[in-house]
């Protein structure tokens, strides 16, 4: 099979999965029910006073809130990202987008990411695997990459287990550090380190950090498996057990939060991997990101109706504007200052 046509399958595969199945951890979470907000019962504010305003990378934003990197190069994929660009325009949300290697082998499918003319003031992220950077990709295809989407900024995505379960998985990362390094000194956008839900510990963030990385996106482990996402689309017995084996493997998304925040305070923070509320979203700010990522959640929203994408982003924006009432905190740099959350180590209570 063509190598174009081959990672077009993929992707479709990739969407069809995660609608469809059950490719969530089991097992393993985000850590983020082990946190408890102390309440508030008298905050001294008045509702409709919460400021959910931030700034990353120098745009302001509505919330803090970034709709993750999911998918493209297919025409089902076109629409969901025409939908998730023209909502983020319209709610002042951040955006990723899917990885963007199909559109360098098959430019056909390039129209399928460019959403930047129904969104031309969004925070907006393009996206390439790191590991490509061993396959004959380089500072050019990476050039064409943010040009193709007009971006703010690259994600060089960590894939690293997912290659491993995929039968035809690039897994030659060696010598990758110094290749990253050599983009943030060159490209005119910041680059982003970003896992896939298996999550950044504490010492590769410091030396991703030592690279020139601009921004962290932990990605940790407690939302969508792709250890599973690679099993459930197997055609053959070693893919299915690999995925099945590692379905669970990864730093859960609150350990990655406090252990970079430990050794880099002050590194730009992207919190995603089982994020499913505003809650979650608070929790993760409160605990050290600056943006919460979710992908899964706007992904069904999208693929459903524009209507039920824009209910989403209500309620989620209500859903931290509520904790931010009644934790007594008027806008989400209180809520990074504050000392309203707890640590209990049992139970998923509020």
């Known amino acids: 099979m063509n190598p174009s046509v081959e990672t077009q399958v993929r992707k479709a595969d990739h969407l069809r999965v995660c609608l469809e199945e059950d490719v969530q951890f089991r097992e393993t979470s985000s850590g983020l029910e082990r ?37 493209g190069g297919t025409d089902q994929a076109k629409l969901i990202n025409f939908r998730l660009a023209a909502a983020a325009q319209q709610h002042q949300l951040a955006m990723g987008i899917g990885s963007q290697r199909v559109a360098v082998e098959n430019p056909d499918v390039a129209m399928t990411f460019a959403v930047r003319s129904l969104a031309p003031d969004i925070l907006l992220f393009a996206n390439i695997g790191a ?73 590769m963030a410091k030396r991703l950090i030592e690279a020139g990385v601009a921004v962290i996106d932990v990605a940790g482990a407690g939302g969508t498996s792709w250890a599973k ?40 923070l992207i919190a995603s991997g089982g994020l499913r509320n505003g809650l979650d979203a608070a929790k993760a700010i409160a605990l050290g990101a600056d943006l ?47 000392d309203a959350l707890r640590k209990t180590g049992i139970g998923d209570g509020v």
């Not at 459930?232 to 252990?259: H, K, M, S, V, Y």
């Not at 209507?307 to 009644?326: G, R, S, Y």
């Open 229 to 268: 996402v690679e099993g459930e689309r197997a055609n053959d017995l070693r893919q299915r057990r690999l995925g099945q084996t590692f379905a669970d493997w990864g730093i859960p998304t609150a350990e990655c939060i406090t252990a970079i925040r430990a050794i880099a305070p002050t590194i730009p």
């Open 35 to 71: 946190y408890r907000f102390i309440h508030c019962c008298l905050p001294e504010l008045d509702f409709n006073d919460v400021d959910l305003t931030t700034s990353f990378l120098g745009k302001t934003l509505s919330a803090p809130l970034l709709i993750s990197s999911m998918t």
């Open 131 to 203: 590991v490509q950077l061993n396959y004959q990709y380089g500072l050019d295809e990476c050039r064409k990459i943010v040009d193709l989407l007009e971006a703010d900024a690259l994600i060089l995505h960590l894939n690293v287990l997912q290659e491993c379960v995929q039968t035809k998985g690039d897994k030659n990362f060696r010598g990758l550090l110094d290749k990253i390094a050599m983009l943030c000194e060159e490209l005119p956008v910041p680059v982003i380190a970003k896992e896939v839900g298996n999550g950044i510990s504490g010492m």
């Open 292 to 338: 919460a990522g979710m992908a899964l959640p706007f992904l069904k929203a999208a693929n459903e109706s524009e209507e039920v994408l824009h209910a989403l982003i209500a309620i989620l924006k209500e859903e931290l504007a509520v904790t931010l009432f009644c934790t007594g905190n008027a806008a989400i740099a209180d809520l990074k200052t504050s």
